[in-house]
Nanobody, 123 residues
């Protein structure tokens, strides 16, 4: 079982930046796809970004050009650099991992989840 721990959330003004980190336990980090999802109050958990074990990258339409996902296999960590933040980016951000080769944008297909970190963007 992979354990995921997110950090880096907080309160930021619109237009600002934050970098989220997700540290994973275990020795097989490099073989997992890693993803970020977010969930605002009363809404479904939405896909934000993902990076496959082969470093293929996918972004949700609402964050393309503003967010960047990356991974450091030596540190068992995946990052989400968030720039030009908007109030509508406010949500709890979750890190996820899965052993699937093909990235699935549906959160129900991801196996392991972190506890989430709150991101609040003020206008």
């Amino acid at each position: 079982q992979v354990q995921l721990v997110e950090s880096g959330g907080g309160l930021v003004q619109a237009g600002g930046s934050l970098r989220l980190s997700c540290a994973a336990s275990g020795r097989t980090f490099s073989s997992y796809a890693m993803g970020w999802f977010r969930q605002a109050p009363g809404k479904e958990r939405d896909f934000v970004a993902a990076i496959s074990r082969n470093a293929e990258i996918y972004y949700g339409d609402s964050v393309k050009g503003r967010f960047t996902i990356s991974r450091d296999n030596a540190k068992n960590t995946v990052y989400l650099q968030m720039n030009s933040l908007k109030p509508e980016d406010t949500a709890v951000y979750y890190c996820a991992s899965d052993s699937a080769t093909v990235i699935n944008l549906d959160s129900r297909h991801w196996t392991n989840w972190g506890q989430g970190t709150q991101v609040t963007v003020s206008s």
